[in-house]
């Protein structure tokens, strides 16, 4: 039998953008230059979830073989643990949404449907309602379309969602169109229009496209994307066109590159657990509130927040260990929940 390929490069990068994901909700470098950190948490961490939607499409399309039963199978399984993880990630941050008031008088379905499905039970999990559809539309649109036409317009998607977030400013008479599409969610980076490009690269990428560069070129063409991409946020940061800042057209490219730069690192292993990302994102946020509520309490918030560095530092440290007893508990569960028979070949 075939060895799985494994990917120990993807798996460090996937650590690498989880760490990204943190430094965007806690400004490592704000306490010492605000610029420096809009550069980096404003800019630079706009890769991580491209990046994520690139690895998911990635590893999914790999499993998809053209069997219209099987690959029906393989995307219900998905939608299925995605789901289950949405579900836990909003019990877990019932507590803060109470704290925060989310359940007042303007609470209602229609709030709810909004939230559940597009924006997000809490403000970083918006990833994984636009993960479970984009994977629905982009499955759909695989089976149906050429790759190129595919990417295409998974490509389109984007662009006119840019224009409901950075690129705002620009719409003109467009702008009642966009606001019409607001009264069913509040932002357009969403499993509409953000997700379909980065699992649709993560397709092309599965059927072979990751060794078409050296390197070498890869590495260049990263850092070209990332210098565009740091011109493309400040020209939008003073030109004040931002509904939204989450969607930057040159973070694509940079993304693109790094994911295939991993895809051909030659490291011998990986992280060990490919959930850990999973479970850093989902539990930082809570690991924010608790380090900043613990400093407060104990009279050093001068130490553990004020500097924004040791504040990134603990907070990531905290969050990695709490991800990786979930994650170890999770595979436990797992399991013990597995037939006996199942693991006998």
């Known amino acids: 039998m075939l060895n799985k390929p494994t990917y120990n490069g993807l798996d460090w990068l996937r650590l690498f953008a989880g760490l990204l994901v943190v430094a965007n909700h806690t400004g490592p470098l704000e306490s010492y230059s605000p610029f420096a950190d809009f550069l980096f948490s404003g800019l630079f961490t706009r890769i991580t979830v491209p990046i994520f939607f690139m690895t998911a499409g990635f590893l999914y399309f790999r499993k998809l073989n053209g069997d219209a039963a099987h690959d029906r199978k393989v995307m219900y399984n998905y939608l299925k643990r995605v789901g289950k993880l949405y579900l836990i990630g909003t019990v877990l941050y019932i507590p803060l949404n109470v704290y925060k008031g989310y359940y007042s008088d303007s609470f209602n379905a229609a709030s709810f449907f909004r939230d559940l499905f597009f924006n997000g039970t809490f403000y970083h999990l918006w990833f994984l309602p636009a993960l479970m559809i984009g994977i629905v539309i982009t499955t759909f649109a695989y089976r149906k379309l050429p790759m190129q036409a595919f990417v295409a317009g998974s490509a389109a998607l984007f662009v006119v969602g840019m224009f409901g977030d950075n690129y705002y400013g620009f719409l003109g008479k467009w702008k009642e169109a966009y606001d019409s599409m607001f009264v069913l969610f509040d932002y357009t980076r969403n499993g509409l229009f953000f997700a379909p490009i980065g699992l649709a690269l993560g397709a092309a990428l599965a059927r072979g496209g990751q060794r078409a560069m050296p390197p070498a070129t890869n590495a260049v063409l990263f850092f070209i994307s990332i210098g565009l991409l740091m011109t493309e946020g400040i020209l939008l940061d003073n030109a004040g066109t931002a509904k939204h800042a989450s969607m930057y057209l040159f973070a694509l490219p940079a ?40 400093a407060e309490a104990v009279g050093m918030e001068a130490v553990f927040v004020d500097n924004s560095v040791i504040h990134y530092a603990v907070v990531c440290l905290i969050t990695a260990l709490l991800a990786t007893a979930a994650s170890r508990i999770v595979k436990l569960s797992n399991r013990r929940a597995m037939p006996r028979n199942s693991t006998q070949s």
């Open 255 to 294: 993304a693109y590159f790094l994911f295939q730069l991993s895809l051909q690192w030659k490291v011998r292993r990986g992280i060990g657990s490919r959930d850990l990302l999973v479970w850093i994102f989902i539990l930082h946020i809570w690991v924010v509130v608790l380090v900043r509520g613990a």
